[in-house]
């Protein structure tokens, strides 16, 4: 627990998770979630008071009421937004804070239903349809509809379910598109096991309760005990969803409420630049450089030696740096996620690193500068935020290509 007089909230950590904001008496007033507990928490005492006075007669009001109530605050860190999201609303449907005046109303807001059928279905269901449900499986409330909404996107990758009806199950000749992408185990054309489909949910269920390392351990014995059985590719498969959960991706969760690039002065802004520099695709390597503003943090610089292209081919070694820097979760290894992505590059390397950051399910924007063959011109590509000027990732840019270059040269030598 950390006390408000003194400012000790500034030394929160910099990980997902829920706070608990409580008055002088214990009370808990206000529970909310966070991408980055510091900078959300932080926010209320920064900026609640003229926030508040330029939004007068306004909701807005009651940050400033809360925050003046506010004495102690308790945090609980998770591995994950999504995580975050979870337990936030257990934590609000048992302690019912005063100011969690939206998540009151039951009603209105969305929850998690798991059917009961022989091959169960997850379904969303408003709170005034709760009556109706008689399935035990329900979790919930969850406030924000687009959160939850995404969340479960995310969710269905590492747990696939079903969405069919009973009458649908292994009646259908082709597969659903679901199936092809991976969202569906195959109900529809009796690709599953009943005994293996009901594995999957309670492994999902018991991380809707908060219980994540119940369900990895339960994957991590079913996989020994493919591998025990020959069954390597299913061991495979099993792996990949252990990895899956360990690393859950979910930048996109962060709400614009809870989003702090808005609030973000420019001076604090994390921009990581990256380059490649090689000869044909001989002693390939990336550079990643991180900027606070305009200002380089090079303790944060990192290096990448390419591993998998063999042959000169930018765009894919960019897409192999990204990978590996994006596999390195905040919560995993203490890196903190950019507010914004600079590469030397055109719209090849751009939509390269699109392609990653979709692959781990992340939104963060990203500017490419093309500069032609004899690096003679500085063509943006993609929108310039505002707060952010041309020069700054233009310095950002030739200090990642000098970062690279370095690198190269230092690789070669030893040849």
């Known amino acids: 627990m950390i006390k408000t007089t003194d400012n000790s909230y500034k030394y929160l950590p910099e990980t997902p998770g829920v706070y608990l904001m409580k008055n002088n008496r214990g009370q808990i007033l206000y529970i909310g979630k966070a991408g980055n507990l510091r900078r959300r928490v932080s926010s209320y005492f920064e900026r609640a008071p003229a926030f508040a006075k330029a939004t007068a007669g306004r909701h807005d009001l009651r940050i400033e009421k809360l925050a003046r109530e506010i004495r102690k605050i308790d945090y609980k860190k998770t591995d994950s937004v999504l995580e975050a999201l979870i337990l936030e609303s257990e934590l609000i449907k048992k302690h019912q804070p005063p100011f969690n005046i939206k998540e009151k109303d039951d009603k209105s807001f969305l929850y998690i239903e ?228 600079l590469i030397d590059g055109g719209k090849g390397q751009v939509n390269a690193g699109q392609d990653v950051l979709r692959e781990f399910g992340l939104k963060i924007p990203i500017i490419g500068i093309a500069k032609g063959k004899k690096r003679n011109k500085n063509e943006f590509i993609g929108k310039i935020l505002d707060g952010i000027e041309e020069k700054t990732l233009i310095k950002v840019r030739d200090e990642a290509h000098r970062f690279a270059i370095n690198y190269h040269k230092k690789i070669r030598s030893v040849f």
């Open 114 to 341: 798991i059917t009961n059928e022989e091959f169960p279905r997850v379904l969303l269901v408003r709170g005034k349809k709760l009556a109706f449900v008689k399935s035990k499986g329900i979790y919930g409330p969850f406030v924000s509809a687009i959160n939850i909404r995404e969340a479960l996107k995310i969710l269905r990758r590492i747990f696939p379910w079903s969405i069919h009806l009973a009458k649908s199950i292994n009646g259908a000749k082709r597969p659903c598109f679901d199936y092809e992408i991976g969202l569906c185990p195959g109900t529809c054309i009796g690709a599953v096991d009943k005994n293996a489909y009901l594995d999957n949910i309670k492994r999902f269920k018991l991380f809707l309760e908060g219980k994540k390392k119940r369900a990895i351990k339960s994957l991590e014995s079913e996989m020994r005990k493919e591998s025990k059985n020959l069954e390597f590719e299913k061991a495979e498969k099993i792996k990949r969803q252990i990895f899956a959960l360990k690393h859950i991706q979910d930048i996109v969760l962060i709400s614009d409420s809870d989003s702090e690039f808005k609030n973000k002065k420019t001076s604090q802004l994390r921009i990581e630049g990256y380059d490649i520099s090689d000869i044909s695709g001989i002693f390939a390597v990336g550079s990643m450089v991180v900027f606070a503003g305009d200002k380089p943090v090079k303790s944060e610089y990192r290096l990448f030696k390419i591993r998998t292209i063999k042959k000169a081919n930018d765009v894919s070694m960019l897409k192999e740096v990204l990978q590996r820097r994006f596999s390195r979760l905040p919560s995993a290894h203490g890196w903190q996620l950019p507010d914004l992505i």
